[in-house]
């Protein structure tokens, strides 16, 4: 059970990352702090984190790779080593989505 909230609180904490890379405090506050969520074993707020997980890999992620790939192209610098790191965090944050399943089925049951 351990491991699969600290895989969600690592996803939360990397949304968060990012967002303080481009300072954008509230948005880095508001991650920081959403695995608390956690703390309420409730399956609503679960599903909350997950959801968010998921949109967060789209848009944030998704949106963050495309442009960083078209950046290096343009440059004519290499870019497959960061399609390959930004597919491995979006595999990431996508697993502590799948790992939260675990916590959701653990709060149903009880």
């Not at 949304?15 to 609503?44: E, M």
């Amino acid at each position: 059970m351990w491991w699969r909230v600290s895989w969600i609180i690592v996803a939360f904490w990397l949304l968060s990352a990012h967002f303080l890379r481009y300072d954008q405090l509230l948005l880095t506050g508001l991650f920081a702090v959403a695995p608390l969520g956690l703390l309420i074993k409730h399956p609503v707020v679960i599903r909350l984190l997950q959801a968010i997980l998921c949109i967060s890999v789209v848009i944030v992620w998704g949106t963050t790779a495309i442009d960083a790939v078209q950046m290096r192209l343009a440059h004519g610098a290499p870019w497959i080593r960061l399609a390959v790191i930004m597919g491995g965090v979006m595999i990431f944050s996508l697993g502590a989505v799948w790992s939260a399943n675990g916590i959701w089925r653990k709060t149903t049951q009880s």
